[in-house]
């Protein structure tokens, strides 16, 4: 009986202990695309973020951009994503701004400069709302319920 | 009469158990269980506990003891919130970490911090044999492990990078931006400042302001503002 009690207990607490596997969470994607401007001469970038269209989130690199570009765009995403959800209700474009002017940037992220390679490189494809450019769809991790401090306004 | 309403309503009042069912498990002709709702105890230790509680998080074992820190529902005993009883327990051979304030921890110079918490079920098992009550062994069972939850470092929010060429979740760790999922819901994908190694790490704070225009970048209305944290 006690070895039969053991085994129940044990198959008991195998079933309580979530897995690794059922912690793998679905990313939330964005859409990097490159707009060729050739009178564009420094590197620059927007980020969209749509209610209703598809893709929802959308970088637009312009100019010689480089990971550093890149890295500051999804950054400025995920702050929104933060404040507004993973999802938006409007349309809008947004932007970071800072409280004095800094010089020092964040470490690009260790994969930015393949992806801006690659997205260089990808065939043009027609983006809801941008047009025709080069496109790739990347994947961030969700930002619901994380604790935000600060002010949401 | 009154006196004794009075000294009836100054008795000191035992939480109540939410009325909850109870399930009996049939082991054989001679042998049941009865499984019912339990008081959560004010501390939960290692041994068999240990193990259950000590699954990984985040790259990270945590500590096996905990202790209950809240019940949300208190005409419910039987379901707690647990925080770790000390801080002792995390390194598991995974080097120096700090801890802020107000509880929180981070093994890799601030780039990520952690706040483990379990929220857990607790139930009793009154097993019978032959008529006669044998045994009473409780269990805790964990309903949600919050421990991944990242929060932000000391006076505002940390910057939360999603990348990391290690991720800390294992050692050949990368993150992929192509793939549409992650490997856990929350820190291994930040590597952040901390994660890439080698060489030291600036890490700075800055306060910052996240604009968003609705009409085409004519005006600009802050959606967020508050202190955040990079690194060079």
């Not at chain 1, 995920?78 to 020092?104: F, I, K, M, P, W």
């Not at chain 2, 006669?132 to 805790?140: P, T």
């Not at chain 2, 006076?155 to 290690?166: W, Y």
């Not at chain 2, 004519?218 to 503002?225: D, H, K, R």
């Amino acid at each position: 009986m006690i070895v039969k009690t053991t085994m129940a207990l044990l198959s008991v607490a195998m079933i309580s202990v979530p897995t690794l596997a059922q912690q793998r969470v679905k990313r939330v994607p964005v859409t990097v695309v490159f707009r060729d401007t050739p009178a564009a001469a420094a590197a620059s970038y927007t980020v969209l973020r749509r209610a209703s269209q598809t893709p929802r989130d959308v970088i637009v690199l312009v100019g010689p951009a480089t990971g550093q570009t890149l890295t500051d765009a999804v950054r400025t995403l995920l702050y929104a994503r933060l404040a507004e959800g993973d999802t938006t209700a409007r349309d809008g474009v947004v932007r970071t701004r800072h409280s004095h002017s800094v010089n020092q940037h964040a470490n690009p992220y260790p994969w930015a400069e393949r992806v801006v390679r690659d997205v260089q490189a990808a065939p043009e494809r027609e983006v809801s709302g941008v047009g025709r450019v080069r496109a790739v769809e990347i994947w961030l991790p969700p930002q619901r319920g994380r604790r935000l401090r600060g002010n949401i306004k | 009469m009154v006196a004794l309403l009075c000294l009836v309503a100054l008795l000191p009042r035992q939480p109540v158990q939410a009325q909850q069912t109870q399930r009996v498990i049939v082991i054989s002709a001679d042998e049941y269980w009865v499984v019912r709702p339990a008081t959560c105890p004010i501390h939960l230790y290692g041994g068999l506990i240990g193990w259950l509680f000590g699954y990984p998080n985040g790259g990270y074992t945590w500590t096996p003891d905990w202790t209950r820190h809240r019940v949300p529902n208190q005409a419910d005993y039987s379901h707690a919130e647990y925080r770790p009883s000390s801080y002792d327990g995390y390194t598991q051979g995974k080097g120096d970490y700090i801890t802020s304030g107000d509880g929180i921890i981070s093994f890799d110079t601030s780039a990520r911090w952690y706040e483990p918490e379990l929220y857990v079920e607790c139930t009793a098992t009154d097993k019978f044999y032959g008529g006669h009550i044998i045994a009473v062994n409780e269990h805790y069972h964990v309903l949600e492990n919050r421990g991944d939850i990242v929060v932000c470092k000391g006076r505002g929010t940390a910057l939360l990078e999603p990348t990391g060429e290690n991720t800390g979740f294992g050692p050949d760790a990368t993150y992929d931006p192509y793939s549409n999922f992650g490997d856990s819901d929350g820190c291994e994908s930040e590597g952040g400042s901390g994660g890439s190694g080698g060489g030291s790490t600036t890490c700075w704070d800055e306060y910052i302001y996240v604009e968003e225009s609705f009409d085409g970048g004519a005006t600009w209305e802050i959606i967020w503002e508050g202190w955040a944290q990079a690194c060079m």
